[in-house]
Each structure stands twice: as structure tokens, then as C-alpha cells.
């Protein structure tokens, strides 16, 4: 239920005026209440998961926003289900770095949502997408560190500081995070 003092913040990408229901997520955390609302599609989100489309049937008109029914989505952060709604609306946008050392972190949270709502396309995806970065074969590791050791090569000569370089090959770290708290075996 919401506390009816507190302040609703449509969302600036996924807010559409012709959706049919609102979903809420947690709120935000500075001192007062205020909540980051979703107007969605139903029919899309149903779509792709059939876990909200199980949602969607229960929502009812008993709490509303601008006339369409509030969703309320325990336990599900603010950011982490605005990234699964963004895969979802605008999955060509989305923009995955090649190597990027914070890739599994950024995107575990949205891995576990996946999950939750099975949305096992997106969930595969995105797994399939961290695991690309790290070679499964000794040949590609070969491959692999031999293309790490040019960018630094180029780096060293070229004057630019092998700082960059840090941040541009996969971070051994993040991947074992990310495959403890997506629970991949």
C-alpha cells in the first residue's frame, strides 16, 4: 500500500501515456517517501513473462494512478527493474561493451529479475553475454591474451596511458560474482 503523502516520479523512458498499468517499485531512500512508477503495456510485458501476465490478472482497481491500476513490486530495486523494462522496450538501445570489466556487475541485478519473472530469453542473453568475454577453449585464451597484450603494446607507444587498459579487458572478480548471485553452475 502506498503512504498517500508520498511523492510518485513517472519514469522518463518508461512512462507511456496510453499504458495500461502502473508498476511501482520500491521507493527511493533520502529521508521522505517517493516512489518511481512504470506505465507499461500489459499485453507486451505478458508477452515476455508470464509471471506479470499472473500480475497483471490480480491488478485491480482498488489502488489507482491517473486511472490505471498500481502493481506493487516487492523486493524489486528501483533501477534493476527499470533495466529489465528498457531490455524489454528497447532492446536495440541497450548497449553492452565488449570486455567492459563492470559488465557482470551491471547486469546481475537484471539477470536475477529475469529470472524471477522468467523472462528466460533475456535471462539467456544476458548469461550468454558475460560469457562471451571469458574463453572456454585454450585456444581462444591464447587469442585472447594475445589481443590484451597489442592494445597494451599500442598503448605504451602510442603515448596513451595503460590505465585505459584496465578498463577495457574482463575482470576476473566480477565474473565469479556475477555467477554467484545469478547462481549459474
Not at 64 to 69: F, N
Request: aromatic fraction near 8%; charge should be negative; include cysteine.
Amino acid at each position: 500500500m502506498i503512504d498517500q503523502n508520498a511523492t510518485l516520479e513517472p519514469h522518463a523512458q518508461l512512462y507511456f501515456a496510453d499504458g495500461e498499468v502502473v508498476k511501482q517499485a520500491l521507493p527511493h531512500e533520502d529521508g521522505r517517501t517517493r516512489y518511481q512508477v512504470f506505465r507499461v503495456h500489459k499485453a507486451l510485458l505478458r508477452l515476455h513473462s508470464p509471471v506479470l501476465a499472473n500480475m497483471f490478472s490480480g491488478a485491480t482497481s482498488a489502488q489507482l494512478h491517473e486511472d490505471a491500476p498500481l502493481v506493487d513490486m516487492v523486493g524489486d530495486e528501483v533501477a534493476a527493474f527499470a533495466s529489465l523494462l528498457l531490455w524489454i522496450y528497447f532492446p536495440s538501445e541497450v548497449n553492452i561493451e565488449r570486455w567492459y570489466p563492470d559488465t557482470p556487475i551491471n547486469l546481475a541485478p537484471t539477470v536475477r529479475l529475469a529470472t524471477k519473472y522468467l523472462i528466460d530469453s533475456l535471462r539467456n542473453y544476458l548469461v550468454r553475454r558475460v560469457v562471451a568475454d571469458w574463453p572456454c577453449t585454450l585456444q581462444e585464451w591464447v587469442r585472447q591474451e594475445a589481443e590484451i597484450s597489442a592494445m597494451a603494446n599500442a598503448g605504451t607507444t602510442s603515448g596513451n596511458p595503460c590505465s585505459k587498459l584496465s578498463r577495457s579487458v574482463p575482470e576476473p572478480v566480477a565474473a565469479i560474482s556475477f555467477c554467484l548471485r545469478v547462481r549459474l553452475h
